[in-house]
């Protein structure tokens, strides 16, 4: 399985049920995040999963911030189910970082 089609979100739960280590956890977790932001834009899911991690506003800000330019943006704007409007990748993590 190819690093784009792995899903974080239960690569976490296996980890756990494993009793991987807490940083590999952590790791994955902060994968899950970037996942949800670049590849899904699924701003509901992602709220869940911050909640769910106890990331908080400012470290979500840090890890997209981080790794936003290693994710190029679609040619064209996708639309956003949350915003009823199509965005750009930028359009998309601005609004993100509004609806907190």
Do not use: C
């Not at 994710?71 to 993590?93: C, M, R, V």
């Amino acid at each position: 399985m190819s690093e784009e089609s792995t899903s974080y979100v239960r690569a976490i739960k296996l980890a756990q049920e494993s009793n991987q280590p807490r940083e590999k956890i952590v790791e994955l977790q902060r994968k899950a995040v970037i996942q949800y932001v670049f590849e899904y834009r699924n701003y509901e899911g992602l709220m869940v999963l911050i909640r769910e991690y106890g990331i908080s506003k400012q470290e979500l800000r840090e890890i997209v911030e981080e790794h936003r330019q290693k994710y190029p943006a679609a040619p064209n704007p996708t639309y956003d189910f949350h915003s009823g409007k199509s965005l750009t990748q930028d359009e998309w993590i601005e609004a993100m970082y509004g609806g907190f």
